[in-house]
């Protein structure tokens, strides 16, 4: 379709939006697939720890760790940690909610903590410890699970597609407009289920909620280590619900979390919590939301994906200040017509969002078998559940470049293949009768 006449004019407007943004590109690299060692699954004197590949030696807790590089953590599959310990099945466990600090902000001068939890066992008996968790590959940078990588994304901006710089950005128009730079996406939101015989001294809070036998112990472990990290291994840290009611789930750690406490309860065991737990959730909210297919083709869905990472790129830097931006980007997004996508278990989706947009909230966890209701319940939000379309603000340099997205956005709409050609002629025809002065107008009036 780039050969066509019409869409000459639209290949040239994409070259001049594409070279017109400033925005920052992500430098993340590529990551490459590699086995690790069970570190972590037995333990492991100095000298043994020191053979393994992708271990490090803790020589304050004198213990083996599983070097949490992205290199070393991206396969999943390690030894098998049920085979590398006996579970005495009349054994007595001690089930425990675990959590640490993971990140801390300052909102309207109160403080409001981000924390990374995890199931924590212990033999009553010889007082043997155990932990299961589910962490991101690449935790370096949060950007690593909302945005993707990949010479895609980083020419997306800017234009070092191709070989040299102004041929590179000539390239990068081409593949834009086709929507071929969708397929030079790579993503770095891998995740990992953790099985540790021991305590990671990150943990800061242990709160008992019950215990179970050895038996129930062991089917659990099989159920975390086999079932759930077979099934999951992206971290998505957004849930979207509509009219209501949650469609997407997120995948983090609370989720893995509250998922073994599911799985516990329906190997038998009863919860006796000694207090309340709250968790953060990050709630998008939406008319519909369904995945969208990026395949062979489908270039105008591509351009659309697209346009959404120009914006959320745009806002990039304010939101890794101030997290809560992230809904003023979405703001944004809506009143330029442009939908924003989540990738969803290894699939684009688009969400179709409305008021309030976005709200990261604290909500109750809830010991099975009682169910949390999110908008039933009890929660503390950063941000008011109103969120007004007239209060978008755009940070400094941002006009141009999401100007440019809004048209483009209009040209991309299915009925400009058919009207765009007609539309450069009918200007090129008007702009000949306005320059032929009086006489063009004498000869339209009537008799």
């Known amino acids: ?4 006449p019409g869409m000459a004019l639209f290949r040239a407007a994409l070259l001049w939006t594409v070279l017109a943004s400033e925005t920052p590109s992500p430098t993340s690299p590529e990551y490459q697939p590699v086995r690790i060692a069970a570190c972590e699954s037995r333990n492991l004197t100095k000298e043994a720890c020191a053979a393994l590949g992708c271990c490090v030696w803790q020589s304050v807790d004198k213990q083996c760790l599983a070097s949490e590089s992205g290199r070393c953590m991206m396969e999943a599959k390690v030894e098998d940690p049920v085979k590398d310990f006996a579970i005495d099945p009349e054994a007595t466990y001690e089930v425990f909610y675990a959590e640490y600090l993971l990140a801390r902000w300052v909102l309207d001068f109160a403080p409001w903590n981000a924390y990374h939890s995890g199931v924590a066992f212990q033999n009553v008996a010889t007082g043997e410890k155990y932990m299961v968790d589910y962490s991101p590959v690449h935790s370096e940078a949060v950007q690593n699970v909302i945005f993707p990588n990949g010479t895609g994304a980083v020419s997306m901006v800017d234009g070092s597609f191709g070989a040299g710089k102004g041929a590179g950005a000539l390239d990068t128009a081409a593949f834009y407009a086709e929507g071929s730079l969708v397929d030079h996406f790579t993503w770095n939101n891998q995740a990992v289920t953790r099985f540790t015989t021991f305590w990671n001294k990150k943990y800061q809070n242990y709160t008992s909620v019950g215990f179970v036998n050895g038996t129930v112990f062991e089917k659990y472990v099989e159920w975390a280590v086999r079932e759930y990290r077979g099934k999951y291994d992206t971290f998505e840290p957004v849930e979207i619900t509509v009219n209501k009611k949650l469609v ?12 073994s406490f599911w799985a516990l309860h329906d190997l038998g065991m009863e919860f006796q919590p000694h207090k309340m737990f709250f968790r953060d959730h990050i709630i998008a909210y939406a008319r519909d939301v369904g995945p969208v297919d990026m395949g062979p083709g489908k270039w105008r869905n591509k351009r659309a994906l697209l346009r959404y990472f120009r914006v959320f790129l745009a806002n990039l830097a304010k939101i890794k200040k101030e997290f809560t931006y992230a809904r003023n980007m979405l703001v944004l997004a809506f009143k330029l017509k442009v939908r924003p996508f989540l990738f969803v278990d290894h699939v684009y989706h688009e969400v179709h969002m409305v008021e309030p947009f976005l709200n990261y909230c604290y909500l109750p966890i809830s010991m099975p078998p009682e169910r949390t209701e999110p908008f039933s319940a009890e929660k ?4 008011p559940m109103q969120a007004s379309i007239a209060n978008a603000t755009l940070v400094p340099g941002q006009k141009l470049s999401l100007l440019a997205v809004a048209v483009e956005g209009r ?29 063009r107008k004498e000869k339209l009036k009537r008799p």
């Open 1 to 4: 379709f780039l050969r066509a």
């Open 380 to 383: 503390l939000c950063a941000l």
């Open 411 to 439: 040209l991309d709409e299915p009925v400009a293949d058919r009207v765009l050609p007609l539309a450069a002629l009918v200007v090129f025809v008007l702009s000949f009768a306005v320059g032929s002065g009086g006489s």
């Open 248 to 259: 997407v789930s997120s995948r983090m750690c609370h989720d893995l979390t509250l998922d």
